[in-house]
């Protein structure tokens, strides 16, 4: 059998929650004001699916660029051959 290379391979550690982290997040978690141009930090909370980023993005840091009713637009520098592309 050929071995599987979807989106969330090789992502058993990474997405792993702490001990006694476990559970729904708190509501703070969603209240929290957002401002175009600070910068954040990207970790994927694998309690919630839907709007996950891409596992190469988990632990970069960003620039928010667009602040929408559902999420926040981060631009992050990816290093792509010899040179850097905003993401």
Known sequence: MVRSDGKRS????LFKRSFRKHGPESATTYLRVFKVGQYVDIVANSAVQ???PFKYY????????NISRTSVGVEVMKPVG??????
């Open 50 to 52: 839907k709007g996950m």
């Open 10 to 13: 090789n992502t058993r550690h």
């Open 58 to 65: 988990h632990g970069k840091t960003g620039r928010i660029f």
């Open 82 to 87: 010899n040179r850097y592309i905003a993401k």
